[in-house]
Each structure stands twice: as structure tokens, then as C-alpha cells.
């Protein structure tokens, strides 16, 4: 089953929270700005109004997520909507009203201007809010607006929680899949939804459908089928729930996230979603078109160094393993001699004084050089700036046997640097220590990623990761 991507998942909500945020704030501020051109006129703002109006949306966000007005849930009723928001933006104009008063500043601000302010804010606030239920009540009748789940577990709990789902998908519920580990003493279907096969089949299943939700519908007493299942999940790129049990139909919704109202136990997210995804794919972009732009010469020379220092391509390109287990293709300078029986099919990794490496690549190889033309693969969306370095399918098979937790290394996107290069962890891993060692430096880069901690990567590899006695 395909799903087009404009179909919004649990991910793309919240990105629509974020951008209501972001739109409430400059409402805000907006009509602050705007009523004091309606006062004033073309004068320039004086700075204590400008102080004023960032409180205002300051307080205004503070007091509509208190009003639990950034809840997705919540949107798409605009009815239910108006009366928090009328109670959220009150509590802000009086809290206002008492710093203005308390702190003797009232005689400082035109008190027609905080009149414009008021109601301009106060209507730009309900107009978003109508806005923003009258897309989401469209999305809903055109089918975009679904929560894509699949089911991992058929037995009773999964039965039952099947037939449940079914019963909520008015509310964008979708369900894409049932699967279960076992292979005997289950139905072939339930509800009319087929198993599709085992957890192996899943991760297959994942790379080619949008899936929002595993939830885990199992018996908390097999606790050696959940820790396998649960390590495989790690590979998928999506959220990872695990189904309490039947209790979980009677429990009251006591702030788990939940999916038609079933409280779900969250064991896993992914670790760029919503507005870090967007913001991770801003820094990718433009610094890769900025840094192709300011060494356009030197790829250019290393090109021309290449042909006339040996017969062959000037890049080698290698199928390796990106994103969600998905195969990208990985673009490099040659820095190997190259006949065309070796194509892709040169996996050895490269050692010390390997005879396979020519002059020039020796240079490019020791300076990082050869790496420059993944730039490209940032620009096409297949790798990221700062990210786990990729391997060679071979070599990723080998490794995702032997090393726990290889494979949720590709969670996100792989980078042209990373934590673990940086810490010296570059080039040939000899041994299944060393590989252990990169993961644990990946994934504590994929837990606690942050748009700094790229940026520190990225001038640390200035320092330390181009050059590495490592590096050959």
C-alpha cells in the first residue's frame, strides 16, 4: 500500500502545532506593531512599547498552552476552541494591565493604542484559530489528515485493539498492517486486516509505506518476545508504542500519548521530528549550497588532478545505507585504481598502505579531500551535514549481527561528519570494538542532537577531523 507523503502523519502535526506557535506569536506582535501606526503614525516605536508588545506574546503563549490550545486534538473543532482562547488572551491583557500598573508604568503607554492592541490581537487570534480548523476540517474530508498504525502482536490484545482502532477511524486512525513474530496458533486475519508476516517483514514494509506508529499490542509476561522485537523496532523510523494490556481499554487517559483514546506507553521517538526535522533540513541546505559555492575551484582542480593522474572516473559512487535502512548512493573522488570489473563491488575497506590507492588519492584520502562531492548527496536530501557515517551494505550487514544497536543508526539521516569521527573514531574499524565504540558515539549524537551540537561537530572537524593518522 502506498501513501503519499502529503497525507499528514503524527509528524506533520506537529509541525502544524509549530507553525500555529509561530503564528500566534506574530499576531501578537504584529498588531502591537500595528496599533502603534494606527496611534502614532510613521513615527518611529519608541523601545518601551517594543518591550510591551514581545511580554505580550510572551504571556500569550504561555497562557494558551495552558488553555491546552496546542493539543492537535484540539483544532479541529473551532467551537471548542473559542472559549479557551477568548479566557487565554483576557488572562494575558490583565496580567498586562497589573506589571503596567504595579510597576507605575501605565502614564508611559497610549491607552487608545493598547485598546487597538487588544482587539486587533484578540481577532487575529480567532481568525488563525478558524483558519487553522477550517484546513484541518478539510484535510479530514479529503483523507490527508491520518495517524498511520500498525500493529505488532495477534493475539488477544492485538484482536481487541484492532476492533477498536477500526471503531475510531473518524478520527484519521489508519490502520496499514497487522504483524506478529509467530507463525502458528494465530488467525490470518482480524477484522479484515491480514497479518502481513513477522517484525523482518515490518522493517521491509516500513520502507516503502508511511508508517506514524508500531504500537506493540503483547503480554508484558513475554518479556523475551518484547526485548527481540523491541531491539529490531529500533530500526524504524517512526513512533514505538507498547500497549499495557487489556486494563488499557478501562484506564482513564492520564497524559501517555494515545491513539484513539487507548493509552499507549511511548518507548520510542523519533529523534528528529516536527520542527527539528525542519530546521536540521535548513542548516543541511544551505550550508552544503554555501560550502559547494566556496570550493567550486578546488572540486574542479581535484576533477582535473584525478583523470590526469590515472585512467578511470572521477567519482566512485557506492551503494551504502541511509535513512530508515533505505540504499542511497554515495558519491566521492576516486582515490582507488580502477579497472571496469571492479565497479561496486570493491568493499574491502582500505588499509594502511594499501596498494589500491593511487598518488593523488593518498593526498585525498589523508586530507578528507575525497568527501567533498557528498555535498551533493546533502544537496539531494540523501545525507546530512552532521550525521552516522555510512558504510558499505557488506559491511552494514556484518556489523548489524554482531553490534546492538548498529542498525538504529539510521534513524537519521547519515552525515558527511560526526560525533564519533571527530572523537578520532575515522576510518578502517579493524575490529567489532572500535565499530562498538562509533555506534555508542552515534547514538549519543542521534539522543541529544541539537541544532549547537551541529554546529560544534561541524568547526571541531575543522580542527580534527580532516586530518587523522587514521586517514589513509
Given at each position: ?11 506533520d502535526?506537529?509541525?502544524?502545532v ?18 502603534c ?27 494558551l ?62 481568525f ?98 518484547l ?18 494490556g ?9 497524559g501517555?500519548s ?5 493509552p ?57 545505507y ?61 545525507m ?10 557488506s559491511?552494514?550487514?556484518?556489523f ?22 571527530v ?50
Open positions: 500500500m502506498f501513501l503519499p507523503r502529503f497525507n499528514l502523519g503524527i509528524d502535526q506537529r509541525i502544524v509549530g507553525a500555529l506557535k509561530a503564528a500566534d506569536a506574530l499576531v501578537v506582535a504584529g498588531a502591537g506593531l500595528a496599533a501606526f494606527m496611534r502614532h503614525g510613521p513615527e518611529p516605536i519608541q523601545k518601551h512599547y517594543i518591550v510591551a508588545i514581545a511580554i505580550g506574546a510572551l504571556l500569550a503563549a504561555n497562557y498552552r495552558l488553555g491546552r490550545l496546542y493539543r492537535f486534538e484540539a483544532l479541529r473543532s473551532f467551537a471548542a476552541q473559542f472559549g479557551p482562547l477568548t479566557a487565554s488572551w483576557l488572562a494575558a491583557v490583565v496580567t498586562l494591565l497589573l506589571i503596567a500598573y504595579f510597576g507605575q508604568l501605565s502614564e508611559s503607554f497610549s491607552r487608545i493604542w493598547a485598546i487597538y492592541w487588544f482587539v486587533t490581537a484578540y481577532l487575529g487570534l480567532v488563525v484559530r478558524a483558519t487553522a480548523s477550517a484546513l484541518l476540517h478539510r484535510w479530514r474530508l479529503q483523507g490527508r489528515l491520518t495517524n498511520n498504525v500498525v500493529v505488532v502482536g495477534a493475539g488477544t490484545f492485538g484482536t481487541r485493539l484492532i476492533r477498536h482502532l477500526d471503531r475510531r477511524q473518524g478520527d484519521g486512525i489508519r490502520v496499514l498492517g497487522l504483524f506478529d513474530d509467530r507463525t502458528t496458533r494465530i488467525p490470518r486475519s482480524i477484522a479484515g486486516h491480514d497479518v502481513r508476516g513477522n517484525v523482518d517483514d515490518l522493517l521491509l514494509f516500513a520502507r516503502h509505506n508511511r508508517i506514524d506508529q508500531i504500537i506493540v499490542a503483547l503480554p508484558w509476561s513475554a518479556e523475551a518476545r526485548r527481540d522485537i523491541l531491539k529490531k523496532l529500533q530500526a524504524v523510523a517512526a513512533d514505538v508504542t507498547l500497549c499495557p487489556e486494563a488499557a481499554f478501562e484506564l482513564p487517559n492520564m501517555y494515545d491513539v484513539g483514546g487507548v499507549m506507553l511511548t518507548l520510542q521517538k523519533p529523534p528528529l521530528a516536527g520542527w527539528n526535522r525542519v530546521i536540521k533540513g535548513l542548516e543541511d541546505r544551505t550550508l552544503a549550497l554555501i560550502g559547494l559555492i566556496a570550493v567550486w575551484p578546488l572540486l574542479l582542480a581535484v576533477s582535473v588532478a584525478i583523470k590526469l593522474s590515472s585512467p578511470g572516473p572521477v567519482l566512485f559512487c557506492q551503494k551504502r541511509g535513512f530508515n535502512n533505505n540504499e542511497i548512493t554515495v558519491f566521492k573522488f576516486r582515490s582507488m585504481r580502477w579497472s571496469p570489473q571492479d565497479g561496486e563491488a570493491q568493499t574491502c575497506q582500505a588499509r594502511r598502505n594499501d596498494e589500491r590507492v593511487t598518488p593523488i588519492g593518498h593526498l585525498l584520502r589523508s586530507t578528507s579531500l575525497d568527501e567533498l562531492p557528498q555535498l551533493i548527496n546533502v544537496l539531494l536530501g540523501d546530512s551535514l552532521v550525521g552516522p557515517r555510512p558504510h558499505a551494505v559491511h552494514n550487514e556484518e548489524a549481527k554482531i553490534v546492538d544497536g548498529y542498525l538504529a543508526r539510521h534513524r537519521v539521516k547519515p552525515g558527511i561528519t560526526g560525533w564519533a569521527q572523537n578520532g573514531l575515522r576510518g578502517e574499524t579493524a575490529t567489532t570494538d572500535l565499530m562498538r565504540r562509533r555506534v555508542q558515539y552515534d547514538l549519543d549524537y542521534i539522543e541529544n542532537w541539537s541544532l549547537l551540537f551541529d554546529l560544534k561537530i561541524i568547526l571541531l572537524t575543522f580542527f580534527t577531523g580532516f586530518v587523522h593518522e587514521n586517514a589513509y
